[in-house]
């Protein structure tokens, strides 16, 4: 399944073909061009999406998804065709890290653990949908009364680019669990292995045009998503500024929306910390996936009394950190998703140094060697600045953190909760009891003590003030993308008595 694939289980078709509205065609957008961000060539081009082929895949969506082949298939038949994606998924995960790796510069270690998550998700569901049920709500009178869950119909799941093959499978396969249409906007950096996946989604047997993979740029194709009349629902994961705007449009739609933001986490290392474990978790914090993460630990604060020790081992193992191409096993990070986010990152880090940070490690693009010709930044650690500089305020989205000092608790927790984001925190500490206090306190979506960046599909993720509203994965992420229905029954023989009829 390479990105120059011309085969699948439907028959032969162009590599640059798109998923639209039940056929493999080119879209009528601009051709994206597909860069391997650890060399800089082009691996492949795809035919993007345009406003035109949005609308017939709506349309198409719409008609699928109410023909009972769809609309009445029992929950237990749905979920096998959710399982046999999760078998697809792990039968092909070699050549879909692979083809993630080249596409995005994220290691071959990383990607092979997204697309077992993706494959994870999708049987997850498919065990929701075989034990979902409905509600039978207590009698207040001559009634039976249900809670029952209907589809949407067609919604919209817009996935960013640092994990693609992940964040897809966090949106269709609950999306697909609930009986809807989906139309999929990925990153226009990233679309190959969002196009890999339809190719599987086809294979295990979903219905054509169920699902169409619209590639393009936001402001062209997922602004035509959002505002799509027929789309009932958007699930939009990606930076805060675009969630706005989504949110104004879903206003005025009145139309269901769940995003996930933006985020300046705060990491907490206590004066009892386990320095060994906190060393190892705060690197991995911040820069594995080369700090490209919603809930990268970007903000360290580290108590006055360990600070000089945990800082200087602290950029010590950050000067160790292995860089280079997601291919090579050795890898711990790689390259930035593109040289322009990556010139974006160097251009926040010489703000930093305006603003009167001292840079403890790395701070430069590597100029010579292998490093030379891909988008790679090196490991970066600041100091010197306080919480209120807007290099500890807005989100870098790369491997570069602020380590900030401490004293007492009710500081530290103003300082964590003073950003607009709301999206993570890390724990670091030895006392359950602060583990316990901290964690309450501090406003974030996700808390995480003594460890960093575990994730279960099983457990609600979501974020609070700019870092989104709603939350996915869990039992209820189905619920998510359905309309809740009450149904009564009338169980009394006479008639309503108001019209004061006799029975």
Same mark, same amino acid.
Not at 379 to 403: H, S, W, Y
Not at 429 to 439: F, G, I, M, V
């Given at each position: ?20 509205? !039940?056929?493999?065609?080119?879209? !009528? ?15 492949? =081009?795809?035919? !993007?999406? *345009? ?20 609309? *009445? +298939? ?29 596409? /995005?510069?994220?290691? %071959? =270690? ?79 950096? /990233?679309?190959?292995?969002? %196009? ?18 619209? @590639?393009? @740029? ?10 799509? @009349? %027929? ?5 939009? /994961?990606?930076?805060? &500024? ?15 929306? &769940? ?12 004066? *009892? ?27 360290? #604060? ?9 800082? *200087? ?57 292998? %490093? ?19 290099? $500890?305020?807005?989100?870098? #989205?790369? @491997? ?24 993570? $925190? ?18 974030? !979506? ?9 994730? &279960? ?24 993308? +359905? ?21």
């Amino acid at each position: 399944m390479s990105a120059s694939s011309t085969t699948s289980g439907a028959g032969t078709r162009r590599a640059e073909d798109i998923p639209v509205a !039940g056929q493999w065609r080119a879209g !009528g957008g601009e051709r994206l061009r597909c860069v391997d961000p650890a060399s800089g060539r082009v691996i492949a =081009t795809v035919a !993007g999406a *345009d406003p035109a082929d949005v609308d017939a895949a709506a349309r198409c969506g719409a008609r699928v998804a109410a023909e009972p082949g769809w609309r *009445d +298939m029992l929950p237990h038949e749905r979920a096998r065709l959710l399982a046999r994606v999760a078998e697809l998924i792990e039968r092909d995960r070699e050549e879909l890290a692979l083809l993630q790796t080249r596409n /995005t510069g994220k290691t %071959l =270690t990383e990607t092979r653990a997204l697309v077992a998550s993706a494959a994870g998700t999708f049987r997850f569901y498919a065990a929701a949908l075989e034990t979902s049920e409905g509600v039978v709500t207590p009698p207040r009178g001559q009634h039976l009364a249900l809670s029952v869950h209907e589809p949407i119909g067609v919604v919209g799941a817009v996935t960013p680019w640092n994990s693609p093959i992940a964040s897809d499978a966090q949106k269709l396969a609950p999306a697909l669990a609930a009986g809807n249409a989906v139309l999929l906007k990925p990153a226009e950096v /990233t679309p190959l292995v969002s %196009l890999a996946l339809a190719r599987l989604l086809e294979e295990a047997g979903l219905p054509q045009g169920l699902v169409s993979v619209l @590639p393009g @740029p936001g402001s062209v194709v997922g602004d035509a998503v959002v505002r799509h @009349p %027929l789309v009932g629902k958007v699930s939009f /994961t990606g930076g805060t &500024s675009t969630g706005r705007a989504i949110g104004r449009v879903a206003a005025d739609k009145v139309m269901p929306l &769940s995003t996930e933001l933006g985020g300046k986490s705060p990491t907490i290392v206590c004066a *009892d910390a386990d320095i060994d474990q906190a060393v190892a978790g705060v690197l991995f914090g911040i820069f594995s996936s080369s700090g490209q993460s919603c809930v990268a630990g970007s903000r360290i #604060f580290v108590h006055e009394e360990v600070y000089a020790e945990f800082t *200087d081992r602290l950029v010590a193992a950050a000067r160790q950190l292995r860089v280079g191409p997601g291919t090579d096993p050795a890898t711990q990070v790689g390259p930035l998703v593109t040289a322009a986010h990556r010139d974006r990152v160097a251009a926040m880090v010489d703000r930093a140094r305006e603003e009167g940070a001292e840079v403890l490690c790395g701070g430069h693009i590597p100029e010579t060697g292998r %490093l030379g010709s891909g988008a790679y930044y090196l490991p970066t650690l600041l100091a010197g600045l306080a919480n209120d500089a807007k290099t $500890c305020q807005e989100e870098i #989205f790369g @491997p570069v953190g602020v380590v900030l000092p401490f004293g007492g608790e009710d500081d530290l927790v103003a300082q964590a909760n003073d950003t607009v984001y709301g999206l993570a $925190c890390g724990i670091w500490t030895r006392d359950y009891r602060t583990a316990w206090r901290l964690a309450r306190r501090i406003e974030a !979506g996700t808390v995480w003590i003594n460890t960093y960046k575990q994730f &279960s599909i099983a457990t609600p993720f979501g974020g609070t003030k700019a870092s989104g509203v709603g939350v996915e994965k869990g039992t209820e992420g189905i619920k998510a993308y +359905m309309r809740q229905k009450s149904v009564y029954f009338g169980l009394d023989p006479d008639p309503i008595p108001w019209a004061g009829l006799q029975g």
